[in-house]
Protein backbone atom coordinates (compact mmCIF):
# COMPACT_ATOMS: atom_id res chain seq x y z
CA UNK A 1 0.00 0.00 0.00
CA UNK A 2 1.55 3.27 -0.41
CA UNK A 3 2.26 5.77 1.76
CA UNK A 4 0.22 9.00 1.41
CA UNK A 5 1.56 12.81 2.11
CA UNK A 6 -0.22 16.23 1.89
CA UNK A 7 0.73 19.48 0.62
CA UNK A 8 0.21 22.20 2.32
CA UNK A 9 0.22 25.85 -0.17
CA UNK A 10 0.21 29.03 0.32
CA UNK A 11 0.69 32.14 -1.16
CA UNK A 12 2.36 35.87 -0.64
CA UNK A 13 3.48 38.51 -2.76
CA UNK A 14 6.61 40.89 -0.79
CA UNK A 15 8.26 44.21 -1.91
CA UNK A 16 10.95 46.46 -1.26
CA UNK A 17 10.37 49.76 0.20
CA UNK A 18 7.91 51.96 -1.92
CA UNK A 19 6.63 49.02 -3.24
CA UNK A 20 9.64 48.05 -5.78
CA UNK A 21 10.70 45.24 -7.37
CA UNK A 22 7.73 42.51 -6.44
CA UNK A 23 7.99 38.77 -6.03
CA UNK A 24 5.43 36.47 -5.65
CA UNK A 25 5.59 33.04 -3.76
CA UNK A 26 3.84 29.91 -4.06
CA UNK A 27 4.84 27.76 -1.24
CA UNK A 28 4.45 25.22 1.70
CA UNK A 29 4.87 22.21 3.16
CA UNK A 30 4.72 17.83 2.29
CA UNK A 31 4.10 16.10 5.40
CA UNK A 32 3.07 12.60 5.69
CA UNK A 33 -0.75 12.20 6.57
CA UNK A 34 0.20 9.72 9.57
CA UNK A 35 2.32 13.40 11.14
CA UNK A 36 -0.70 15.73 10.62
CA UNK A 37 -1.59 14.95 14.05
CA UNK A 38 1.78 16.26 15.57
CA UNK A 39 1.65 19.54 13.64
CA UNK A 40 -2.06 20.16 14.72
CA UNK A 41 -0.90 19.79 18.31
CA UNK A 42 2.31 21.91 18.19
CA UNK A 43 0.28 24.69 16.70
CA UNK A 44 -2.36 24.50 19.57
CA UNK A 45 0.64 24.26 21.98
CA UNK A 46 1.85 27.33 20.65
CA UNK A 47 -1.38 29.41 20.60
CA UNK A 48 -1.88 28.16 24.24
CA UNK A 49 1.31 29.66 25.28
CA UNK A 50 1.02 32.89 23.51
CA UNK A 51 -2.64 33.27 24.73
CA UNK A 52 -3.26 31.40 27.77
CA UNK A 53 -5.57 33.67 28.86
CA UNK A 54 -8.28 33.01 26.40
CA UNK A 55 -10.98 30.85 27.30
CA UNK A 56 -10.57 28.46 23.59
CA UNK A 57 -6.99 29.77 22.35
CA UNK A 58 -7.55 27.05 20.24
CA UNK A 59 -9.88 29.08 18.68
CA UNK A 60 -7.39 31.55 16.92
CA UNK A 61 -6.20 31.92 13.96
CA UNK A 62 -2.15 32.23 13.00
CA UNK A 63 -1.87 34.80 10.58
CA UNK A 64 1.37 36.47 10.04
CA UNK A 65 -0.28 39.44 7.83
CA UNK A 66 -2.25 40.17 11.09
CA UNK A 67 1.40 39.51 12.89
CA UNK A 68 2.89 42.41 10.66
CA UNK A 69 0.68 44.68 11.30
CA UNK A 70 0.20 44.58 14.98
CA UNK A 71 3.93 45.35 15.52
CA UNK A 72 4.62 47.65 12.55
CA UNK A 73 2.72 50.56 13.39
CA UNK A 74 1.34 51.42 10.66
CA UNK A 75 -2.37 50.31 11.70
CA UNK A 76 -3.93 52.14 13.96
CA UNK A 77 -4.37 50.02 17.22
CA UNK A 78 -8.39 50.19 16.96
CA UNK A 79 -7.96 48.59 13.36
CA UNK A 80 -5.90 45.67 14.63
CA UNK A 81 -7.65 42.20 15.49
CA UNK A 82 -8.30 41.86 18.98
CA UNK A 83 -6.65 38.92 19.67
CA UNK A 84 -3.19 41.02 17.94
CA UNK A 85 -3.46 43.74 20.39
CA UNK A 86 -0.91 42.10 22.30
CA UNK A 87 1.96 42.59 19.73
CA UNK A 88 1.35 45.55 19.70
CA UNK A 89 1.94 46.16 23.39
CA UNK A 90 4.86 43.45 23.96
CA UNK A 91 6.96 43.59 21.19
CA UNK A 92 8.94 40.74 22.19
CA UNK A 93 6.12 38.86 21.96
CA UNK A 94 6.32 38.27 18.31
CA UNK A 95 9.75 37.26 18.81
CA UNK A 96 8.92 34.38 20.95
CA UNK A 97 6.22 33.28 18.64
CA UNK A 98 8.05 33.51 15.61
CA UNK A 99 10.79 31.40 17.48
CA UNK A 100 7.71 28.84 18.77
CA UNK A 101 6.97 28.29 14.96
CA UNK A 102 10.88 28.37 14.00
CA UNK A 103 11.32 25.49 16.66
CA UNK A 104 8.04 23.49 15.46
CA UNK A 105 9.06 23.78 11.55
CA UNK A 106 13.03 22.22 12.73
CA UNK A 107 11.41 19.65 14.70
CA UNK A 108 8.72 18.30 12.38
CA UNK A 109 8.96 15.47 9.75
CA UNK A 110 8.30 17.85 6.88
CA UNK A 111 9.98 19.03 2.90
CA UNK A 112 8.92 22.66 2.26
CA UNK A 113 8.99 23.72 -1.49
CA UNK A 114 7.86 26.51 -3.28
CA UNK A 115 8.54 28.65 -6.39
CA UNK A 116 9.35 32.95 -6.19
CA UNK A 117 8.88 34.81 -8.70
CA UNK A 118 10.88 38.26 -9.33
CA UNK A 119 8.23 39.99 -11.15
CA UNK A 120 9.77 42.62 -13.02
CA UNK A 121 13.10 40.70 -13.97
CA UNK A 122 10.55 37.59 -15.52
CA UNK A 123 8.38 40.65 -17.43
CA UNK A 124 11.65 42.28 -18.49
CA UNK A 125 12.95 39.26 -19.90
CA UNK A 126 9.12 37.56 -21.39
CA UNK A 127 6.78 40.80 -22.34
CA UNK A 128 3.54 40.70 -19.95
CA UNK A 129 1.26 41.67 -22.27
CA UNK A 130 2.39 39.57 -25.58
CA UNK A 131 4.31 36.44 -24.22
CA UNK A 132 4.61 35.54 -20.82
CA UNK A 133 2.36 33.20 -18.79
CA UNK A 134 0.77 34.19 -16.02
CA UNK A 135 2.81 33.98 -12.82
CA UNK A 136 0.13 31.59 -10.90
CA UNK A 137 0.73 29.23 -13.80
CA UNK A 138 4.36 29.16 -14.07
CA UNK A 139 4.60 28.72 -10.31
CA UNK A 140 2.02 25.90 -10.68
CA UNK A 141 4.37 24.04 -12.81
CA UNK A 142 6.90 24.30 -10.67
CA UNK A 143 5.39 23.13 -7.76
CA UNK A 144 3.54 19.92 -9.28
CA UNK A 145 6.66 19.16 -11.05
CA UNK A 146 8.42 19.05 -7.25
CA UNK A 147 5.53 17.31 -5.69
CA UNK A 148 5.07 14.73 -8.06
CA UNK A 149 9.08 13.92 -8.12
CA UNK A 150 8.38 13.73 -4.30
CA UNK A 151 5.74 11.26 -4.39
CA UNK A 152 7.58 9.29 -7.04
CA UNK A 153 10.83 8.86 -4.81
CA UNK A 154 9.20 8.21 -1.99
CA UNK A 155 6.76 5.49 -3.44
CA UNK A 156 3.52 7.77 -2.64
CA UNK A 157 0.13 9.80 -3.59
CA UNK A 158 -0.96 12.71 -2.01
CA UNK A 159 -3.48 15.58 -2.41
CA UNK A 160 -3.00 19.16 -2.06
CA UNK A 161 -4.59 21.72 0.29
CA UNK A 162 -4.17 25.25 -0.59
CA UNK A 163 -5.49 28.40 1.44
CA UNK A 164 -8.86 29.81 -0.29
CA UNK A 165 -8.75 33.07 -1.82
CA UNK A 166 -12.44 33.01 -2.68
CA UNK A 167 -13.09 34.26 -6.38
CA UNK A 168 -9.06 33.21 -6.89
CA UNK A 169 -10.06 29.21 -6.22
CA UNK A 170 -11.22 29.13 -10.06
CA UNK A 171 -8.18 29.63 -11.13
CA UNK A 172 -5.70 28.27 -9.12
CA UNK A 173 -8.13 25.05 -9.88
CA UNK A 174 -7.67 26.01 -13.32
CA UNK A 175 -4.14 26.11 -13.18
CA UNK A 176 -3.91 22.73 -11.44
CA UNK A 177 -6.38 20.89 -14.18
CA UNK A 178 -4.00 22.59 -16.82
CA UNK A 179 -0.71 21.54 -15.65
CA UNK A 180 -1.36 17.84 -15.05
CA UNK A 181 -3.43 17.53 -18.44
CA UNK A 182 -0.11 18.49 -20.48
CA UNK A 183 2.48 17.96 -18.01
CA UNK A 184 5.31 20.28 -17.42
CA UNK A 185 9.02 19.76 -19.48
CA UNK A 186 10.56 17.29 -17.76
CA UNK A 187 7.18 15.17 -15.96
CA UNK A 188 4.21 14.02 -17.91
CA UNK A 189 0.70 14.48 -17.30
CA UNK A 190 0.08 10.62 -16.32
CA UNK A 191 2.54 10.68 -13.96
CA UNK A 192 0.76 14.09 -12.44
CA UNK A 193 -2.42 12.43 -12.41
CA UNK A 194 -1.71 9.02 -10.46
CA UNK A 195 -0.03 10.77 -7.89
CA UNK A 196 -1.54 13.62 -7.03
CA UNK A 197 -5.43 12.66 -6.36
CA UNK A 198 -6.67 15.83 -5.28
CA UNK A 199 -6.55 19.41 -5.14
CA UNK A 200 -8.88 21.00 -2.22
CA UNK A 201 -9.18 24.47 -0.94
CA UNK A 202 -9.76 25.35 2.80
CA UNK A 203 -10.80 28.97 4.14
CA UNK A 204 -8.79 30.61 6.37
CA UNK A 205 -11.93 30.94 8.97
CA UNK A 206 -12.08 27.09 9.05
CA UNK A 207 -8.98 27.10 11.67
CA UNK A 208 -6.37 24.55 9.91
CA UNK A 209 -3.26 23.97 11.69
CA UNK A 210 -1.29 22.84 9.27
CA UNK A 211 -2.10 25.72 6.70
CA UNK A 212 -1.62 28.39 9.51
CA UNK A 213 1.55 26.80 9.51
CA UNK A 214 2.16 27.08 6.04
CA UNK A 215 1.08 30.97 6.05
CA UNK A 216 4.71 31.71 7.32
CA UNK A 217 6.39 30.04 4.78
CA UNK A 218 5.77 31.74 1.20
CA UNK A 219 6.86 35.63 2.55
CA UNK A 220 10.27 34.02 3.77
CA UNK A 221 10.87 32.04 0.89
CA UNK A 222 10.25 34.90 -1.58
CA UNK A 223 12.11 37.52 0.77
CA UNK A 224 15.40 35.10 0.66
CA UNK A 225 15.67 33.88 -2.61
CA UNK A 226 14.81 37.00 -4.41
CA UNK A 227 17.92 38.59 -2.13
CA UNK A 228 15.98 41.14 -0.03
CA UNK A 229 16.86 41.93 3.20
CA UNK A 230 15.90 39.57 6.19
CA UNK A 231 14.27 41.36 9.00
CA UNK A 232 16.01 39.71 12.66
CA UNK A 233 12.91 38.42 13.96
CA UNK A 234 12.55 35.88 11.24
CA UNK A 235 16.14 35.06 10.46
CA UNK A 236 15.72 31.87 12.62
CA UNK A 237 12.23 31.07 10.78
CA UNK A 238 13.53 31.40 7.68
CA UNK A 239 16.62 29.46 8.41
CA UNK A 240 14.46 26.93 9.48
CA UNK A 241 12.43 26.62 6.27
CA UNK A 242 15.21 26.45 3.87
CA UNK A 243 16.82 23.64 5.69
CA UNK A 244 13.84 22.02 5.20
CA UNK A 245 14.01 22.05 1.97
CA UNK A 246 13.19 18.99 -0.84
CA UNK A 247 16.27 18.31 -2.40
CA UNK A 248 15.18 15.41 -4.53
CA UNK A 249 17.62 13.19 -2.87
CA UNK A 250 20.31 14.13 -4.75
CA UNK A 251 20.95 17.41 -2.29
CA UNK A 252 19.91 19.68 -5.05
CA UNK A 253 17.83 21.78 -2.91
CA UNK A 254 17.35 24.89 -5.57
CA UNK A 255 16.00 22.67 -8.10
CA UNK A 256 13.57 20.75 -6.12
CA UNK A 257 13.16 22.38 -2.65
CA UNK A 258 12.39 26.55 -3.55
CA UNK A 259 13.09 27.42 -7.12
CA UNK A 260 13.90 31.26 -7.93
CA UNK A 261 12.20 31.82 -11.31
CA UNK A 262 14.14 33.18 -14.04
CA UNK A 263 17.06 32.52 -13.37
CA UNK A 264 18.75 34.86 -16.07
CA UNK A 265 22.60 34.09 -16.65
CA UNK A 266 24.53 37.26 -18.29
CA UNK A 267 26.15 36.84 -21.55
CA UNK A 268 30.00 36.52 -21.28
CA UNK A 269 32.51 38.16 -23.61
Sequence with gaps: MLDEYTLFLDESYTYEQNGRKPAFAIGGFIVKNDEIPKINSGIDIIKLNIWNDVPDSQSVILH?????????????????????????????????????????IKDSQIYTIGCVIKSDDY??????????????????????????????????????????????DKIMLMRFYQVSSIGTMYVRPDAIQQRILQFAFTHKSENSQCLQLADFMPNQMARKKSGKSIYKNVRALTNAILSKSYDGMSGNTDRFGIKIIPRIISNIS
Design 123 to 168: YDNFSKSEIANEISLVCMQIILENYTHFLFKNKAVGKIVYESRDTF
Design 64 to 104: ELDLKQAISSRKPRNTLKPEYVRFRDNRNLAQHLYNKISKL
